[in-house]
Every structure is written in C-alpha cells, then in structure tokens.
C-alpha cells in the first residue's frame, strides 16, 4: 500500500486536530445510527493520539467497547474529477467508517493502515462529515487476542496476556488525498549486487487507463543513474551506492503513468536502498557482511498521548539511539507508524519488524510465567482457526506495507508464543509459509520465551533466526546473577549446538525503579540492572552464535495495573520521560567502544 503524498498529480491533506468523541460502552450508537448526524454530548479529542489518558477519569481510561470519532473535512471544489481516497494510517483495534450517512470501510487490526475510495460519496467544494467507531475489544479472534471479564455489577473488564497497556483510539495520521482516476496503485522492488553493480527489479501496479509506464531513478543529488519502461523491469546502477546500517542512502525511483501522448497521467516517487540480506550458518549478513544487532526492544508508548504518533518524540528516540550506540530496534509488538520506518531506512537504522501477535501464550500472562502445570494455549475455543485467519491478515497486511523499506531486515511474526504445544507446528507453518510467499527476499523467525528450550521448541526448524527472550536473573532466579550467568551460557550453547542458526537475544533485562541505589546489587536498583547486562554481555561474548543483542525495552512504560508492576513496566534503560538509568550509560560504554 502507497503512502499518501503531494506530487504534480497528487494532493493530500491531514486531518490531524481536535475531533468530537463519545465513548459508548454499551453499543448504542450503532443501533441509533450516531453517524447520521453532529455527535451528541461529544468532548474534544486529539488525533493522532490514544484516547485513555487525555482525560483523568477511569472510565475513560478503562474503557472497553466502541469509542465514536467525528469531524467534518473540506473537500476542495478543484478535486473534483480526482478519485478522492480517505487513509487511516491505523486503528486500534478496528473501525467502521462513514462519510456523512454513507459507510465505506471496515477494517480489523490496530497497527496497520486502510483506505476508502470515497469519490462517490464526497461533494467538492462542500463540507462533509467523517464518523469513526472504534472498537477496542480482543477476544480469540483477535491479533493480540484477549478475553472480556463480566462483573456482576454489569462493569465489562478487559483481560489480556501481554504486557503492555492496552491503550486504543486513532493514534496514527488520518488523510483526504488524491489519484487521478487511472493511477499508480502499488509498487514493489528488489534490490541486489552484481559486484559494484545495484540492481533494482520492480514491479507496478496501475488501476485504469494509460498507454505506457516510465521509470527513472535518481540518485541523493537528483542525477538520473538508470531508466526504463514497462510495469516490471530490471534497472542497473554501475558503482552503486548501497543502503547499509549507519548509511542509510537513498535513490529516488520515480514512476510516471502515460497517455498516448506521453502526458504524465500520474507519477509517484519510491525510496529505494539498495541492499541485500542473507542468513547463512549462524551469520546474519547485510550487504555479504555480518551484522551484529545491538539495540532495543522498544514501544510505541509515551505519557498523556499514550500510542499516539508524535514526530518530536519519535527524532528524540532516534537521538538516544545514536547517543547510546544502538542500531537497530524491533517493532516490539506490532508494528510502528511508517515514519518511524521512513526515518530509520534515512539514517540506516536495521528493523525487525513484527505483528502485534502478542499473547498467543496461556503458560505466561502479563509478563509473568506460569509456575503452576502448562495448559494448552490451542484449541477451538482459544487460540484457533479464527486467530490463525486474522494472524495470517495481519501478516499480508504489514509485508504489504514494509516491504520497500530498507531498514525492515527481518520478520517477526509473533512474540512469545506457545511453541512447545504439538498444535503450535500446525498453527505456524502456514504463517511461515505464507511470509516467505510474500517476501522471499527477508528471513523471518518469531520471539521465542523461556518455556521452550531447543529440545521441546516445535517450530524452530520452520523459521531462520533463532530469537530469544530471556530472564535468567530476574523471572528464573533473581538476584542470583552468578547462577544466571551459568543457566544463559548452557542454553545458548545448546541452542547453538541444535540449531544452526544465527541467534538474537530479543529481550534481556530487569524492572528498576530509578533512583533506587543500593551499594549490594539487589533486584530493582539501578545497580542490579547495570550488573545483570554485564553478565548477559559477558555471555553473548563467550557464544560465537549470537549475533546481536537487543535489551528489554527502551524506555519503561505503561502496563495494566497490577502487584508486579509499579506503574508500568520498568525495565527500561530511560525512563518514560527519556531519563537515563545507570545501565544507559554501561550500554553506551560497550556500545561505543569502537569508535
């Protein structure tokens, strides 16, 4: 799916500002037709932005049900003639929208984007009323899944296994754009070495009438390097400048649609890097070179705004990234708003980029594992046939999106899952099978937890980075780091000895309070978290199979309440407010050593 933008034939415009909203807990507004007119008894609120945390009230905050959008947008009178396009770059969980009386999209999953052709249904030159339901329940047919707890005084509470706060609303841009009515629909490229020589394969799709399709790409200084014509051919650039961490060099692939004439009907400009990946034995090479991954698993989380997108948060993360010696993130659990991957592909920070398959794990429940007897996560009345058809969705739809961004080198399509059930091969192969079939070009694993040693994983062998969550020190032993060190070593040994392939600690790391000191390292100082790192470090050191190196997390942030969270979570290595903790500097010294 093509990003809006501005162009000789294209106009876009945000929708961004302060919309009504009603939140409807028991589902009237559906039964009475909300949209058809101005919302009643709305409040202001702002998007993109989460809606719980704007006003300091409970019910708000623990919503759970529909949550009603309005505004009314100006089409100008000078579109008319243009298909006209309403984009939701995402919407969390789901959403059903309506152009004044008229409903024309409906889509499921909170991370990825839709869009509705609307040309029909909007007067330029008018006003025109938008409504959006937005609906944040999870069940067993939803990625993440969830279940919804009835109280006997008629409250409605939302359980879910992962550990993150389930904050919902439109938290990512919304767009009015143009096309002309024949236009450029989707463009996909492959990239490759011949030597010094780049070459580019693309493909591209075009709805409506047109004679011929042009093709020019152009280097960082605007220079043509390469031209062609046709909806899928094959470009050379001789001394290719290559996209690689650190370096994230961009050409431009512009697409121009033709009449016979040879008047461009439409054009669109595609940012191409020009690199390749490649996992071979226990290597994980970008461009033929191995690549170590040091970095965060991060969230889309911040005070007040919640998962709301925010641009100068977002270039603040970047900056401590490059600060602390990072260079690379995973889209810890779902995936992020496209301009964190368009600023990540120019600057050449690396990606793993995953689905918000979250949850999909009964034996662990908000982060904490269960001690007791496992029971099975798959059946017909939990994770089944109808969260593998939404799962298999949600991965269509983020390869759809991420597919031409550099940064993006691998796939994570679930975190944590169960993955020692016999159901859950069944349950895997397909969405394996299925991303490959997508994207050859990309390895593709999942986030393993530590219930499944190499001898019980049942699905390792369908996937080909091995990536590992794990808590030795502080779920399985804590405080006992000396005992850590030994239990980590033995495992990543035997992982390595079973499986050959590269391996990825995903999430490392221990909750700290900040500001808690304490001349003896015990759990929650900040002392304790430093130590704890060092030891994993010292261990990924030891194990030639490890290839990269991402703590858990970034930056705390905010979870559902609970006895084992102290106002969210608090591993991170800065606060919420990017503070750093005492480990952010340990991190900086191991991860700048070089330079």
Request: with cysteine.
């Amino acid at each position: 799916m093509l990003c809006p933008q501005d162009g000789p034939t294209r106009e876009r415009r945000s929708l961004a500002g302060l919309w009504r909203f009603r939140l409807d807990a028991e589902g009237a507004g559906r039964t009475e037709g909300w949209w058809r007119s101005p919302l009643a008894g709305a409040v202001d609120i702002p998007v993109p932005a989460s809606y719980n945390d704007i006003y300091p009230e409970a019910t708000v905050r623990d919503h759970v049900g529909d949550a009603w959008y309005q505004t009314d947008m100006w089409v100008p009178a000078r579109w008319a003639g243009q298909r006209i396009v309403l984009r939701f770059d995402a919407a969390t969980h789901r959403a059903t929208v309506w152009v004044d009386d008229t409903e024309v999209a409906e889509h499921e999953g909170g991370y990825t984007p839709f869009e509705a052709d609307v040309t029909a249904h909007v007067r330029p030159g008018a006003e025109n009323r938008v409504t959006v339901v937005v609906n944040n329940e999870l069940s067993w047919a939803s990625i993440p899944p969830g279940t919804i707890e009835e109280r006997p005084d008629g409250r409605r509470v939302q359980r879910y296994l992962h550990d993150f706060f389930n904050y919902a609303g439109l938290h990512r841009p919304v767009w009015l754009y143009t096309t002309p009515p024949a236009h450029i629909s989707d463009i996909t490229v492959t990239t490759a070495f011949d030597d010094t020589t780049g070459v580019i394969g693309y493909q591209v799709d075009s709805t409506g009438e047109a004679d011929s399709l042009r093709v020019s790409l152009r280097d960082a200084s605007g220079a043509e390097v390469a031209a062609a014509s046709g909806a899928v051919a094959t470009l050379r650039v001789p001394d290719v400048h290559p996209w690689a961490p650190g370096d994230g060099y961009l050409y431009e692939l512009e697409v121009s649609l033709l009449s016979a004439s040879g008047e461009v009907i439409d054009g669109y400009r595609q940012p191409v890097g020009v690199r390749t990946v490649e996992v071979r034995g226990r290597q994980f090479l970008i461009n033929g070179t191995p690549f170590y991954f040091r970095g965060f698993g991060k969230h889309e989380d911040a005070a007040v705004r919640g998962k709301g997108h925010d641009d100068a948060l977002m270039v603040h993360d970047f900056a401590l990234l490059e600060w602390i010696g990072a260079n690379s993130f995973r889209t810890s659990h779902y995936p992020y708003a496209e301009e964190v991957l368009d600023y990540a592909d120019r600057h050449g920070v690396v990606v793993i980029s995953e689905t918000a398959a979250v949850g999909l794990n009964l034996n662990i429940g908000g982060g904490v594992f269960n001690s007791g007897k496992r029971v099975s996560t798959y059946s017909p009345d939990t994770i089944g046939e109808d969260t593998q058809r939404v799962h298999l969705q949600a991965i269509r739809e983020l390869v759809a999106r991420d597919k031409n961004h550099p940064s993006v080198v691998l796939w994570s399509v679930a975190n944590e899952p169960d993955n020692v059930q016999p159901e859950a091969r069944d349950y895997f192969a397909p969405l394996a099978a299925e991303t490959r079939r997508l994207d050859p070009t990309r390895p593709v694993a999942y986030a393993n937890a530590l219930l499944a040693p190499p001898d019980q994983c049942v699905v390792t062998d369908l996937f080909d980075v091995v990536l590992l969550n794990r808590y030795y020190g502080w779920y399985f032993g804590p405080g006992d780091l000396e005992a850590a060190e030994t239990a980590l070593e033995a495992e990543l040994r035997q992982w390595a000895e079973t499986h050959d392939k590269p391996i990825i600690i995903t999430e490392y790391g221990a909750d700290t309070y900040p500001g808690l000191r304490s001349i003896v390292p015990t759990p929650w100082t900040e002392e304790y978290q430093a130590d704890l790192l060092d030891v994993y470090h010292r261990v990924f050191d030891r194990v030639d199979a490890v290839v990269g190196e991402q703590v858990w997390n970034f930056a705390d942030f905010a979870t559902t309440a609970g006895v084992f969270r102290v106002d969210g979570n608090k591993k991170g290595v800065f606060t919420r407010d990017r503070r750093p903790k005492t480990a952010a500097f340990h991190l900086r010294a191991r991860w700048r050593k070089d330079e």
